[in-house]
């Protein structure tokens, strides 16, 4: 069982005028370096961040009580409502909400009526809306279709997502692929479209 070590951290939210905790909560292993300048640096072998509707497990965090960021490395696992991510690392802007994810990241997101896993090299996570933008090897499993694509913006709102640049649409019989064209895709609706040079193959039986 761990013992569980409490440090408690309080930050302004400019935006909303009030206050708001960041908490890190290290197993019974964990280590606390700090003192010689704005940073804190922590080690252990799960150290739990969290903040609001975001919280971070990972076993290395260096904290600037300046900055308000926190770079947290390892083996990361995030959760953000209706999201778990996978990473190598996450640098975390506590003050404006924002993440940036580092590292084979893997998105798994659980909507009303399928879940949608997105994996890319490097993510941009706005934690408050949940939007992301992200570069790289993007690969999206919808349900019964796979999209690739080289760069990808998000909406968690609207379900849509805008793919560029090396572009191909799988599903079931029918292959789609566009070099240098763009997709937009709306996940919720199982709807796409696509401008650009498009070359589309299927089976006639």
């Known amino acids: 069982m761990l013992l569980l070590v409490l440090l408690a951290l309080i930050l302004s939210i400019t935006a909303l005028a009030a206050e708001e905790e960041l908490w890190f909560t290290v197993s019974e ?3 606390m370096v700090g003192g010689g300048g704005d940073e804190v640096t922590v ?3 799960e150290i739990v961040i969290t903040q609001g509707k975001t919280k971070i497990i ?3 965090l260096v ?13 990361c696992f995030i959760t953000n409502e209706n999201m778990e991510i996978k990473a190598k690392e996450v640098y975390f802007d506590t003050d404006k909400n924002y993440a940036r994810l580092t590292g084979n990241v893997e998105i798994k997101q659980k909507r009303d009526e399928k879940d949608i896993t ?3 090299k490097d993510v941009e996570l706005w934690t408050e809306t949940k939007d ?3 570069v790289g090897d993007i690969v999206i499993v919808d349900k019964d279709r796979t999209i690739y694509g080289d760069k990808l913006e998000f909406s968690d709102k609207s379900g849509v997502a805008k793919l560029s640049n090396n572009i191909k649409l799988i599903e079931e019989d029918k292959t789609l692929t566009s070099p240098t064209g763009t997709l937009e895709a709306n996940v919720d609706k199982g709807t796409y479209k ?8 299927t089976k006639t039986k």
């Open 132 to 134: 992301v933008k992200a």
């Open 43 to 45: 080690t252990g072998k």
């Open 118 to 120: 997105i994996t890319a």
């Open 194 to 201: 696509v401008k650009g040079q498009v070359e589309f193959k």
């Open 29 to 31: 292993d964990g280590e």
């Open 63 to 75: 904290y600037n009580t300046k900055t308000k960021v926190a770079v947290a490395s390892g083996e």
């Open 58 to 60: 990972t076993q290395k």
